[in-house]
């Protein structure tokens, strides 16, 4: 599975930005996506996540209400539509994919993602 993540970029305080992950996998509708992300000096942490279907979400304290992960399972490409973006929100941002879930649900859990993208830079200005 080999996934590749667009969209970062420089967007001052307040702003938006959408971020895609694209990948081939002829299964993209058997696999689990998530969003992490890396500060600096800091661990790779959890974004959100959405289950096989789209129908579940889950999203990190930090950045709920404010961030929407989603799916297009058609173009085989998950999202992550990022609004009222603030400076604590600059990192290495990256998608991953869990083709092992039985049941399709979400999970936070960096361990049960085996796929990564490259990621893509996200830096907000305040």
């Known amino acids: 599975v080999q996934l590749q993540a667009s969209g970062g970029g420089l967007v001052q305080a307040g702003g938006s930005l959408r971020l895609s992950c694209a990948t081939s996998?002829?299964?993209?509708?058997?696999?689990?996506m998530g969003w992490f992300r890396r500060a600096p000096g800091k661990e790779r942490a959890f974004v959100a996540s959405?289950?096989?279907?789209?129908?579940?979400?889950d999203y990190a304290d930090s950045v709920k209400g404010r961030f929407t992960i989603s799916r297009d399972n058609a173009k085989n490409t998950v999202y992550l539509q990022m609004n009222k973006l603030r400076p604590e929100d600059t990192a290495e941002y990256y998608c991953?994919?869990?083709?092992?879930?039985?049941?399709?649900?979400?999970?936070?859990?960096?361990?049960?993602?085996?796929?990564w993208g490259p990621g893509t830079q996200v830096t907000v200005s305040s």
């Open positions: 991953a994919a869990d083709d092992n879930s039985v049941s399709g649900a979400v999970s936070r859990q960096l361990v049960r993602y085996e796929h």
């Open positions: 959405i289950s096989w279907g789209g129908r579940n979400t």
């Open positions: 996998a002829p299964t993209f509708g058997r696999l689990v």
